[in-house]
């Protein structure tokens, strides 16, 4: 896929006013005015309806994101490009890597390598496209305090990089409740394109909703507000090209005695979004088992990896 420069909104030849009113409201590129949504951003710039559908209508042609055939869609996701884990095994597994414009939700029991794995991403996305990255930086948002920068010296150093220079290519947000973490997305607008991100790290997504909408009374309201995160992520995955990474933590039950005891208690967070998903089971020592649930494109296999000091790699 031909790589997309984000395009700024000269070019779509809208007046110096509304352009100005645009750039107040911190609207500086194509990408973001394809997202705005029409009637509040014509209540924001005091411009008639009209006028604002007609300019947004304009970005999201510029971007591509009217009609195209079904043939274009398929050569476009069979070319995009993907995150190498480290393990050519998972990397299999995922059909090649972390794929961008897609979200991967990581879920498993504690200790499953969620985390490490997460960390392993941040340092591979910096790589050049021929050693499997995309030579770009990272977004990390950690809402559980367990983001330790002495592991991505570790791993960085492991694959022969500046580690100084990996970890300052790691953006972190330590989000403190659910509104942060939203609000932190919310910024990402501006960010992505202008620290050329590629990769966006949400460690835990689900850990703050879940305190804050404890028990079965408040499911559907944390539910709710959930779905507008994932939401925000997807337009973020589309529009500007970046591979998603989400968390979300499962409990095993031991009251399962047949088939998987590692049932996601409150449900997969991706349950009704696109994207895949990845199942990470504890396996004999420091070995892992990756397995994928419910996609249809890629095979229903697992995959074996190990956390290692170097970080994710395949067992010896
Ligand atoms: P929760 O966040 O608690 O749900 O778990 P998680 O799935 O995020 O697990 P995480 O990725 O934190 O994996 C923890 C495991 O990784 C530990 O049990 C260790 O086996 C391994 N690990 C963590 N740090 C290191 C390290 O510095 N060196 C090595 N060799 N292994 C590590
Ligand atoms: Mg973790």
Redesign the pocket.
Known sequence: MAERKVRSLEELGISSTILKKLQELGITTVEALAAANAQELSQNLAVPLPTVQKIISQARSVLGLGFRTALEIKKERLNLPKITTSSKNLDALLGGGIEVKTITELF???????????HQLAVNVQLPPEKGGLSKKAVYMDS?G?F?W??IE?MARALGLDPDQVMENIYYNRVVNSDHQMAVVEELKDLIPKENIGLIIV??ITGHFRAEYPGRENLTLRQQKLNRHLHQLMSLAELYDVAIIV?N?VMARPDVFYGDPTVAIGGHVLYHAPGIRVQ?KKSRG?RRIARIVDAPHLPESEAVFA???AGIRDPE
């Open positions: 498993g029991e504690f200790g499953s390598g969620k985390t490490q794995l997460c559980e367990t330790r002495e592991r570790s460690d835990s968390t933590q990470l420091n956390i290692t000091e």
